[in-house]
């Protein structure tokens, strides 16, 4: 009987336990009412545009290319977006930035190291050569050989990571290929308690030896001297020597004021061992299984695949896929408020009418072309043309989108301002007309019966519309 007594209070300990780490770190944030930071936003939304980069910093080993927010849909979605390239044996040196932020991998793979503090060094790595290895055991025993440092990720393409603010990120470029990667940064979360501006804080590197190409509207350009430098630039040698306990010389090349090789760097003696993504670790990606012990906070998972056509959520074999990535998949973006969608449009497909009721939306443009009408609450159209490979397009809350592919169909990748973000059809199988009874439909419209039977059930298709379907149904 004692036995059991204290089998029920280690147990009910252990449950207490693990509920106190578990909350603060997703249920309690996902309780609060985290606003977005409205007040210092404006939606007055006349027109949209599909835009490309205006910016680009060309470093030693790749470049970086950002997109204006001197506009009505980025001020209103308090988001920016920018993208990589990182050539193969390119390193893009440590920073850190001041909002979560969302990347996907439209090309190449790599390794991701994201620093989360606090938490311990649980990777090792040989250092040195066989010799000095053998000279070393003459030493104590308790000096470290080798490196310790944390864990290393593996991405490829398709891939999504999920970076939160302030934890230090760095990635390089093992690959034969280079590295293309799109992202959003979410300077509207409340977890940015800076102004609505993205903010790079780097670590090592020399931004401001970085050249900056500027796109004029009128399709001129420009290039400038971008003058900043990293963290560490501008403290006083000696303090910082005494704060590390090394050499001035040391801190003089940390500061990197002499460098000129930008934040993208060649590094083509790096060498970096991870353990092989073997068959276990598949399968159990495939599932999606968490048991909720192997998820701990210095083990987050921060990265998901959405290219896998296997993994889509909303298929039609003519019209197209649709994968989403949220918080139920991946619980890391429970706290950074964002959510990503992976879509395939076939050929002169549509996907239905429909808006996201608690989030912005931009949409990436990763292939082939599509013709998008967007409408604001007042039933104007604020955008109506043809979007193309490279462009992005900001869609506000609650305006309602409808897109058709062009002949070489439509491929897109979105980011929305929600971990959980909610799309309501207006057209096909899941429209909202379905929920509504035939005479609030005669009524509102002040069409007969059978037309509302029309509207309701014209389409047995949900979300994604197979191309030439067009006609009028016959019902009894």
């Not at 606003?35 to 545009?49: D, E, F, G, N, P």
């Not at 979410?186 to 780097?202: P, S």
């Not at 964002?338 to 429909?354: D, F, Q, T």
Request: aromatic share 8%; proline share 4%.
């Amino acid at each position: 009987m004692a036995k059991l007594v204290y089998l029920s209070l280690f147990l009910f300990l252990s449950h207490a336990c693990m509920a106190q780490f578990d909350r603060p770190l997703w249920e309690s944030l996902q309780d609060q009412q985290q606003h977005r930071l409205r007040a210092k936003t404006q939606c007055r939304i006349q027109q949209l545009t599909a835009r490309g980069p205006s910016h680009t910093y060309q470093s030693e080993a790749g470049l970086t290319e950002f997109w204006s927010t001197n506009n009505q849909e980025f001020e209103c979605a308090g988001i920016e977006f920018l993208r990589h390239v990182i050539n193969p044996h390119g390193l893009l040196v440590p920073y850190y930035i001041n909002a979560p932020r969302l990347v996907y991998v439209l090309q190449g793979s790599g390794i991701q190291g994201t620093v989360i503090p606090g938490c311990a060094e649980t990777y090792e790595s040989e250092s040195g050569s066989r010799s000095e290895s053998e000279s070393e055991k003459g030493q104590g025993q308790g000096e470290r050989r080798g490196d310790r440092h944390q864990k290393l990720r593996r991405f490829r393409q398709g891939d999504v990571l999920a970076l939160q603010e302030g934890f230090t990120h760095w990635t390089y470029n093992d690959g034969d290929t280079p590295i293309v990667t799109v992202s959003i940064i979410d300077v509207g979360n409340q977890n940015n308690q800076l102004d609505l501006k993205f903010r790079q804080f780097f670590l090592a590197g020399n931004p401001q030896s970085v050249k900056v190409q500027s796109q004029e509207r009128e399709g001129r350009s420009e290039e400038q001297e971008e003058q900043r430098g990293n963290v560490l630039s501008g403290f006083d040698q000696q303090i910082l020597a005494e704060s590390y306990n090394t050499e001035p010389e040391l801190i003089r090349k940390l500061q990197g004021k002499e460098d000129k090789r930008g934040t993208i760097v060649r590094a083509e003696k790096l060498s970096l061992v991870l353990p092989e993504y073997g068959r276990e670790e598949q399968e159990r990606e495939s599932r999606g299984n968490k048991n909720g012990l192997e998820e701990t906070y210095c083990s987050l998972k921060i990265r998901q695949n959405i290219d896998n056509p296997a993994r889509a959520d909303v298929y039609n074999p003519r019209g197209g896929r649709i994968t989403t990535l949220n918080s139920q998949s991946l619980p890391i973006l429970s706290y950074l408020r964002l959510s990503a969608e992976r879509g395939v449009l076939y050929k002169n497909a549509i996907r239905a009418p429909h808006y996201t009721s608690n989030a912005h939306t931009a949409v990436f443009v990763t292939r082939g072309s599509a013709r998008i009408q967007v409408a604001g609450n007042s039933g104007n159209l604020v955008f109506d043309d043809e979007v193309r490979e490279g462009q992005l397009l900001v869609i506000p809350q609650d305006f309602v989108v409808v897109q058709k592919a062009g002949e070489e169909g439509f491929e897109w990748v979105a980011f929305q301002t929600n971990e959980n973000a909610m799309n309501t059809q207006l057209a096909g199988r899941l429209s909202a007309f379905r929920a509504i009874p035939y005479e609030v439909l005669m009524n509102s419209y002040g069409i007969s019966r059978q037309e509302a039977k029309s509207l309701k059930y014209g389409r047995e298709e949900s979300t994604l519309l197979s191309a030439g379907t067009s006609r009028s149904p016959r019902f009894a």
